[in-house]
């Protein structure tokens, strides 16, 4: 028994060691400057050029403070305070070595001071006691870079919580000599959340809310400062075999983000955007005030999507992203689906068919008939989404109760239920883009919900019969 404890002490030792070995820890105090240059400041998704094999140098940041409107959400507005005009903040570049002479600027529109915390920095605060600089005024402090990886910068005013809150903070990276290895992409994406008076999808000016703050319930939890940011015609893009790195962070000010991209798998991390390298990684926290660094290989086209894997925050407050890759399939990697049959328990004698005859309905003959069958469909297939007084849920799933869009199309509405539909739709004033499976149900259990819908919550009274189901079914 003792020998075996010796055996594991000795091994987990020697990989300890091992690790150890690898990773050597330079005294950049020594690294001499050469020169100077201004620094390259990107608002995200994107990031400077990589410093590849350039000597330490003076570098300087001209950074602004701006507190400015923006929008979070469709119609959805709010006043953020930001470095550089982004929210996250301009992406500052340098490498270990590098004297960063900072100007931090306070545009004289603002009406508070405001100062910043780079975690890249070794002094008091971050920086933040030497750069506290008031609306209209300048402030120039210098630093040493001595560490590299990845780092968050946020602003350090109180209330810090509110400050941060309102979109203060971006990255800082830090190369290593020589810079990290070349890859064909790479974006700049940060998490945060975000605390508005009105509900989540409330439309107008939403100031921040402190109690909600305090009480870490956000309305939003957002990628690059507002849904949508990374979504449509900003969605990142890449190519099939190229190689995709992204500077990740997450400005909080509360919650942990459990980094995943939906499709793909890390082939290495940058585990806490240190020298740490881990591989073949699935999910990665990235902390509140903290950073990650991910590499990826694109082998398939589609749509990869960027989560936060604490799911409800994505589907129900905006931490969503796409990166579209275009290419040539890979049907060795994958396959897309090969075939979808009857399952049958037993095992299957009888031939596979799909459940459209209507046999297992029961037939409604009457209108009272079809509305009663049709209310408990609608209470086994389409409640959970829906709800069970039709009402939906904000930005998730549109209402049936009293909706226009139902009303104005009865074939729409069935092709809906047959078919599935993805892609906006906009129901009373209220834009939703979201999925809806198909459902599998017969032509008379199709017509039945339907009729029971239309019978309903204010709606328009149609009788949908299965003939009308039928037809739609047979288009094409
Ligand atoms: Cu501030």
């Known amino acids: ?37 201004n620094a390259e400041l990107t608002a995200p998704p994107f990031v400077p050029k990589p410093v590849g094999d350039r000597p330490a140098k003076k570098l300087i940041v001209n950074m602004e403070i701006i507190e400015k409107e923006g929008e979070m959400a469709d119609g959805v507005k709010y006043v953020y305070w930001t470095f550089g005009g982004t929210v996250p903040g301009s992406f500052i570049r340098t490498r270990i070595g590098d004297e960063v002479e900072f100007h931090l600027k306070n545009h004289p529109d603002n009406k508070l001071p405001h100062n910043i915390d780079l975690h890249a920095v070794t002094g008091p605060g971050g920086g933040a006691k030497s750069s506290f600089v008031a609306p209209g005024h300048e402030v120039t402090f210098s630093f040493k870079v001595l560490n590299q990886g990845l780092y968050v910068y946020h602003c350090a005013t109180a209330p810090v919580g509110m400050h941060i809150a309102n979109g203060m903070y971006g990255l800082i990276l830090v190369e290593p000599e020589g810079g990290l290895p070349p890859v064909d992409k790479e974006y700049y994406v940060m998490q945060g959340d975000f605390y508005t008076k009105g509900a989540n999808g409330e439309k107008g000016l939403q100031p921040f809310d402190m109690v909600k703050a305090v009480k870490e319930e956000p309305d939003y939890v957002v990628f690059n400062g507002k849904t949508g940011s990374l979504t449509g015609d900003n969605a990142l893009t890449a190519k099939v075999g190229e190689t995709i790195r992204l500077f990740v962070g997450n400005g909080g000010p509360n919650l942990v ?3 995943h991209v939906i499709g793909e798998i890390f082939d ?6 240190g020298s740490l390298v881990n591989h073949d990684v699935q999910t990665t926290l990235v902390p509140a005030g903290g950073a990650a660094i991910v590499d990826f290989k694109v082998d398939v086209p589609g749509s990869l999507v960027i989560v936060d894997h604490s799911i409800f925050r994505t589907f129900n407050k905006g931490s969503l992203g796409l990166i579209n890759v275009s290419g040539d399939e890979n049907k060795t990697i994958y396959s897309g689906t090969q075939s979808d049959e009857v399952y049958h328990p037993e095992g299957s004698t009888i031939q596979t068919m799909p459940n459209e005859t209507g046999a297992k309905a029961p037939k409604a003959v009457t209108l009272v008939e079809r509305i009663a069958d049709g209310k408990s469909i609608y209470a086994k297939t389409c409640f959970a989404c829906h709800q069970a007084t039709g009402e939906g849920l904000p930005n998730a799933f549109p209402p049936l ?3 226009d869009y139902l009303n104005a199309d009865v074939n729409r509405a069935i092709e809906i239920v047959l078919k599935g539909k993805t892609g906006e739709v906009v129901v009373n004033g209220k834009k939703f883009n979201s999925v809806m499976t198909a459902q599998t149900l017969s032509d008379e259990e199709v017509a039945n919900v339907l009729t ?6 204010g709606n328009s ?16």
């Not at 290495?268 to 955007?273: Q, T």
């Not at 009788?463 to 047979?474: G, H, L």
């Open 461 to 476: 009274k149609k009788e949908v019969t299965p003939a009308m189901v039928k037809a739609v079914r047979s288009k094409k």
């Open 401 to 403: 109760a009293k909706s």
């Open 268 to 273: 290495n991390v940058h585990v806490e955007g």
């Open 257 to 259: 983000s459990s980094f």
């Open 452 to 457: 029971y819908v239309y019978s309903t919550w």
């Open 1 to 37: 028994m003792k020998k075996i404890f010796i055996l594991i002490f000795a091994s987990v030792a020697f990989i300890g060691c091992k690790q150890n070995d690898e990773y050597k820890k330079v005294d950049a105090s020594q690294i001499k400057v050469e020169g100077s240059m």
